[in-house]
């Protein structure tokens, strides 16, 4: 079967539900305009009982030309299991967001993880010379992070929840590195903690977060969101009120787009400031 990149225009996507504010199409349609590829990236909009007839369309590889694309919300679980070849990364998630082809099969990987801790690399480097870290929350987005500190080796990833079930699953699946907690263990595992991740909505949007005492964590420790509206999280903004240095969310939105670039049109992007601006404009309009 022929490649698909074989045609004059490359064309990729981003799939969701809804998808009207995703900024990937801004992401990649500047990486085209930097490369000179005569390739688009667009969003597409899907119900989640539409998926498997989008993915079948897709594995067709008919008249929209796609090379691949990006799945977001409420999709992830579902690309994993209607991809040909699943990576392990994605096998262990139980979750795709980036979608490609090889050889004529939908391969699919994970890049949650990558620009996470891409992110955390490019904005405060020798961040992982750390024992601990500490994750709060338990839901979806936070499983590619804790996947992602303990392949780094990261010795202790403590994970706290308000119902510390949905924790304990998480400690389950990823490992002896992982332990789980109840929310009442905040104080005690924040202890000379190298690093604390809100996977939360907490902040979302202006919304109010809670006070958190980040005097307990180590000399040099970081406090980073995954959440970037506002790009200075409440939670944010108290831990540069009490001198802790902070990495904020949008790095890892920009730094997970960069593998599937790669696989969609055979150039590695660069996270430039030039591209930070460009979304925090975007931002700023909506």
Sequence with gaps: MADSRETLTMNAFVVGYPIKHSRSPIIHSHWLKTFGIDGTYRSVEVSPDAFAAFISHLKKQRSDGFVGGNVTIPHKEAAFKLADRPDTLAEELGAANTLWFENGKLCATNTDGYGFVSNLDDRHSGWDKIQSAVVLGAGGASRAIIQSLRNRGIAEIHVLNRTEERARELADRFGKQVFSHSMSALGEVMQGAGLFVNTTSLGMDGT?????????????????DIVYVPLKTPILRMAEEQGIATVDGLGMLLHQAKPGFEKWFGKIPEVDQTLRSMIIEDMEKH
Excluded: I, M, W
Excluded at 208 to 224: C, I, K, N, Q, W
């Design 208 to 224: 109010e977060a809670p006070h958190f005492d980040f005097s307990r964590l180590s000399d040099g420790a970081v406090v980073t």
